[in-house]
């Protein structure tokens, strides 16, 4: 699809192709309690399974349902002049089943987009529910003991801070960038005890390019893809064997106060379909999370290097994700940092943490510009239901594909034009 037809109204937004869902912790997602036993700021917006009573295990159903409201100060007219837009539209429907036993384990959840101001009939979308459609995850797995499982099927991959670098509805740079709650098929040892937890992955290969109108980013997780027509100097790329290992220590851990930190690695295979040779992709991380009363910290730092085999630049790759895709360079180092506090009183029927998230891509190519991401919001938890929560957030970027106008195809690549761009995201959810 050519680039005007794109641009006109996916890539000049905030919401544009992002994870379009709340900062949720799943239904007891991999029941092997590593997601249990990482601190989490934000109330579960979803009821903890039922306690089993014998060993034939728990079905549990749910699903999601979000609104949307974007305020853009960053846009674009049809002519090229910037303007302020403003949309109220229908964001999500996600439908999600777990399984829970003494020894097995499972869920999956697939999510429906369309019939909003992002997936526009002026973007080339026919405009009805469900037209843009992926799951998010579907795995099994079983308990080898109370501390060790093993997982089959298109899991998170055991990297970094999990399941997110930050509180933020829109998550930080590395979700736009591949590296932040990313969902691939493969298998995954996890062994976790209340002080230490380390998980081991091999994944052969993404997740699945499912149904939209995009060449190869039907998908939920940002991945290595084979590049639109409207991306200049567009790869076509496909990620394979990757082998994903992550450690993590408690320093500290009681009712009060907890630290913990951890380094995680990422190697795989990068095919190149029009060379036929293949690259490498290689990341290393460190990360630190802490809490202290009402209080939450996060950081986390990563080194980046792919080398994909292009036939004609190898500093850039192209990714994407919800049905889009978008140019990044391939070596830099990424950093992300958020501070968040859960208020002790209430705020009229809601409880409120806010926070303060910033992350940023620092490339290595001198002519490249960094990509920077500031979030400021709030998570509003309805006292009276749990199942709604409301995000609030005032994002400023700069090169940031996600932001403004002009910034989607390259942000993360050469850069946009860099200047800071702002946008107001407000995400109503509702999980039953």
Do not use: C
């Not at 913990?260 to 295979?269: N, P, R, T």
């Amino acid at each position: 699809m050519p680039l005007t037809a794109r641009a006109a109204v996916i890539v000049l937004s905030l919401g544009s192709l992002t994870p379009a869902r709340a900062q949720e912790v799943e239904v007891d997602a991999e029941p092997n309690r590593l997601n249990r036993e990482q601190p989490v700021t934000v109330a579960d917006p979803t009821p903890p399974l039922p306690e089993r009573s014998d060993s034939i295990g728990k079905w549990t159903f749910g699903g999601t349902f979000r609104l949307r409201y974007d305020a853009r100060f960053d846009d674009a007219r049809p002519g090229g002049d910037r303007r302020t837009s403003s949309h109220l539209s229908w964001d999500t429907l996600g439908l999600k089943l777990a399984y829970d036993s003494d020894t097995v384990f499972g869920a999956a959840q697939y999510r429906f987009y369309g019939a909003s101001f992002l997936y526009s009939r002026r973007s080339g979308y026919e405009g009805y529910p469900g037209e843009v459609n992926f799951p998010m995850y579907a795995y099994v797995g079983y308990k080898l003991s109370p501390f060790d499982s093993i997982t089959f099927g298109l899991n998170q991959v055991p990297f970094g801070l999990v399941p997110y670098f930050s509180t933020t509805w829109l998550e930080t740079l590395g979700f736009a960038m591949g590296i932040e709650e990313v969902y691939n098929f493969g298998v995954k040892y996890s062994h976790v005890e209340p002080e230490y937890n380390y998980q081991l992955g091999f994944y052969p290969g993404a997740n699945p390019n499912a149904f939209g109108i995009s060449r190869d980013s039907a998908r939920y997780s940002t991945n290595i893809v084979r590049a639109d027509s409207y991306v200049p100097f567009g790869s076509d790329n496909a990620e394979q064997n990757m082998i994903v290992g992550r450690a993590e220590y408690f320093f500290i851990k009681n009712d009060f106060a907890s630290l913990a930190a951890g380094v995680s690695i990422w190697h795989s295979d990068i095919y190149n379909f029009t060379t036929r040779q293949t690259g490498t992709k290689q990341l290393e991380a460190i990360h630190v999370n802490a809490t202290r009363g009402q209080w939450g910290f996060k950081s986390i730092f990563a080194r980046q290097d792919i080398n994909p085999k292009n036939p004609i630049r190898n500093d850039l790759i192209t990714i994407g994700g919800y049905d889009g895709s978008y140019n990044m360079a391939t070596h830099g180092n990424f950093i992300a940092a958020e501070v968040s506090y859960k208020l002790q009183d209430d705020v009229g029927p809601f409880n409120l943490v806010p926070y303060f998230s910033y992350s940023r891509y620092i490339k290595d190519q001198k002519n490249f510009r960094d990509s920077q991401r500031f979030v400021v919001g709030g998570a509003w938890t309805l006292k009276a239901d749990p199942g709604l929560i409301i995000y609030t957030e005032l994002v400023t970027g700069k090169n940031d594909p996600y932001v403004g106008a002009g910034q989607y195809v390259s942000g993360l690549a050469q850069g946009g034009d860099n200047k800071w761009k702002s946008s107001i995201y407000i995400n109503i959810g509702y999980y039953f």
